[in-house]
């Protein structure tokens, strides 16, 4: 076994903590009849995956959802649906995150769409005005990318973009096709559940390594 050099963390479920029926209720409240169905934790359908890898941008998805649901909806209206995913972001993660990087190179690896990561790469991101990319080395990101986990393809791309041997990383995601496919490609995994206080089982890893 490699000694572990690298991290990767998910973002929802892992970071931060979600509510997915919350944010399906957002969007059925603004007129979405079959968000059920679009809108899920891991893998989204429709416009919504194609917002995620990055086929749309967030112009066109607005475009597309009001064509989609007959209705015209203010774009913050959209945003606050989307933001409905998000129930809290536990500082206590943020602050062992910035500890794991005085020894390891941390990265984030998270399926995603334009309407979070424009929030969280703001000062809005934390109470102490720091945006996400204040807290890891690189992010990596599924609509810039162009990819959804648990596509190969976007493990690939990281791995040589930043250099990375997946025997010395240890891959952090609460999807278990995710870290399946990780597991198989030779990272180190852990599935934590979501809002899971997951520090004492990473350092239980990291102290065997």
């Not at 194609?50 to 015209?72: A, Q, T, W």
């Not at 991101?125 to 959804?148: L, Q």
Request: charged share 30%; net charge negative.
């Amino acid at each position: 076994m490699g000694k572990i050099k690298n991290i990767v963390f998910d973002l929802g479920g892992v970071i931060l903590d979600l509510d997915r029926d919350r944010a399906v209720r957002r969007f059925e409240q603004i007129g979405l009849s079959d968000a059920e169905e679009l809108i899920d934790p891991y893998h989204q359908k429709g416009i919504f995956l194609d917002l995620e890898e990055g086929r749309i941008d967030r112009n066109e998805f607005y475009r597309l959802l009001r064509e989609h649901m007959g209705k015209d909806v203010a774009e913050k209206d959209i945003d606050y649906a989307w933001m409905g995913f998000i129930v809290a972001l536990p500082e206590y993660k943020l602050d062992y995150i910035l500890k794991l990087r005085e020894s390891y190179k941390v990265y984030l690896l998270s399926n995603t769409n334009p309407i979070i990561m424009g929030w969280a790469r703001t000062g809005e991101f934390t109470p102490a005005g720091n945006p996400i990319t204040y807290y890891f080395d690189k992010i990596y990101t599924s609509y810039e990318m162009g990819v959804c986990k648990p596509a190969a393809r976007i493990f690939n791309f990281m791995m040589k973009d930043a250099d990375m041997n997946p025997e010395e990383t240890l891959f952090v995601d609460d999807g278990k096709s995710n870290t399946d496919m990780a597991a198989g490609m030779g990272f180190v995994t852990y599935t934590p559940a979501n809002g899971e206080d997951w520090r004492e089982a990473l350092n239980e890893i990291l102290n065997k390594r």
